[in-house]
């Protein structure tokens, strides 16, 4: 079964960190891109950043430059979002998704969660003030 599941989110103060993994299962990421989004109480959900697997390829939304660094593993079939400098507006279900890199770029100011061709379960990052 092609899955990708989302974890490492939690409870963490503002200035703190958190990394976030991405992790395929029944397909390899090689020539995907992969996009990790949010969706905050009572918003739609938005993208944050990708990857391009392969290539290295990256991109980050402005509120998140600086902050957050997306990185990729192929042993272990992984993306990684590393967190940090944490705000209270980062409070939000994160989520990973699989398409191609065109796709995936566009979905990040585009949208178009709900087309893209492998979507993950979220995981909740809450930060306190």
């Known amino acids: 079964e092609v899955q990708l599941q989302a974890s490492g989110g939690g409870l963490v103060q503002a200035g703190g960190s958190v990394r976030l993994s991405c992790t395929a299962s029944g397909f390899t990421l090689d020539n995907y891109g992969i996009g990790w989004f949010r969706q905050a109480p009572g918003k739609e959900r938005e993208g944050v950043s990708c990857?391009?697997?392969?290539?290295?390829?990256?991109y980050y939304v402005d509120s998140v430059k600086g902050r957050f660094t997306i990185s990729s593993d192929s042993a272990r079939n992984t993306v990684y979002l590393q967190m940090s400098n944490l705000k209270p507006e980062d409070t939000a279900v994160y989520y990973c998704?699989?398409?191609?890199?065109?796709?995936?770029?566009?979905?990040?100011?585009?949208?178009?969660?709900?087309?893209?061709?492998?979507r993950g379960q979220g995981t909740l990052v809450t930060v306190s003030s």
């Open positions: 990857i391009s697997f392969s290539d290295g390829y990256t």
């Open positions: 998704a699989a398409d191609t890199w065109g796709n995936i770029r566009m979905s990040m100011f585009m949208g178009g969660w709900e087309d893209l061709k492998v």
